[in-house]
């Protein structure tokens, strides 16, 4: 028998941080922030990598790394900007690379990324 779990976001927005289905892990989209959850300006660079290393921690509570991600879809405000999140992106994830959609699309707060992933998360590990 499979279960289902949500576990609650520290935003105010109504979404969860992510749900557990099974052996399936689904974290909620992740777009740069601050300590304080206000937008991380930067370039494409700094805001990828701060996206990454949110979903890092985040699956870190769930005693899983990057590796476990299956599947990615990555959200850029401009698709110009591919390459330099494509060098990033490819830095953290290695040879563990999931599959992945990428669109351009006008994200809220006007940053330039969002990425929301899909996980293996098997209860015996």
Do not use: H
């Not at 949500?6 to 927005?13: G, I, K, Q, Y």
């Not at 992510?18 to 974290?27: C, H």
């Amino acid at each position: 028998m499979s279960s289902l779990q949500r576990f609650a976001s520290p935003l105010s927005a109504p979404l969860s941080k992510a749900v557990k289905a099974g052996d399936l892990l689904f974290l909620s989209g992740q777009t740069p922030k601050n300590p304080d959850l206000t937008p991380l300006r930067g370039d494409i660079k700094t805001q990828t990598a701060n996206v990454i290393e949110t979903i890092q921690a985040t699956l870190a509570e769930f005693d899983l790394d990057l590796t476990s991600v299956i599947r990615c879809t990555v959200w850029l405000s401009d698709i110009k900007l591919m390459k330099d999140f494509n060098e990033t992106y490819a830095s953290y994830f290695g040879a563990a690379l999931p599959v992945r959609s990428t669109v351009e699309a006008r994200l809220s707060q006007d940053v330039d990324v969002e990425i929301e992933v899909t996980c293996w998360a098997p209860a015996a590990r």
